[in-house]
């Protein structure tokens, strides 16, 4: 049974720093794009970042500049370092696996079928 945990959520204030990790277990995923969404109270699920399985990065504009996303295939591991944090970055940050088939693809939720049940971010002004 595949698992993906996030940890590293919290309370932290506008400017500071955040690294969240998730954990996947149940199979092998170093041939998936492995990254991360975010929802926040009344707003759509949005794309964050991925980091496919080549390597290669995919951040959206909110994002770039701000947040890295990296992965660890040793430990089936995607980690996402969130610098500069600002209020509008609040929400529950959930941690995706999938096989996207296109460039697009990657940006989209419905790429990835494997899902975490979230870790929450507050960030106070």
């Known amino acids: 049974q595949v698992q993906l945990v996030e940890s590293g959520g919290g309370l932290v204030q506008a400017g500071d720093s955040l690294r969240l990790s998730c954990e996947a277990s149940g199979r092998t995923f170093s041939s998936y794009t492995m990254g991360w969404f975010r929802q926040a109270p009344g707003k759509e699920r949005e794309f964050v970042a991925a980091?496919?399985?080549?390597?290669?990065?995919f951040y959206a504009k909110s994002a770039k500049g701000r947040f890295t996303v990296s992965r660890d295939n040793a430990k089936n591991s995607v980690y996402l370092q969130m610098y500069s944090l600002k209020p509008e970055d609040t929400a529950v940050y959930f941690c995706?696996?999938?096989?996207?088939?296109?460039?697009?693809?990657?940006?989209?939720?419905?790429?990835?079928?494997?899902w975490g049940r979230g870790t929450q971010v507050t960030v106070s002004s």
């Open positions: 980091r496919g399985w080549n390597g290669t990065p």
């Open positions: 995706v696996v999938g096989r996207p088939s296109s460039y697009g693809g990657n940006f989209d939720s419905t790429s990835y079928n494997y």
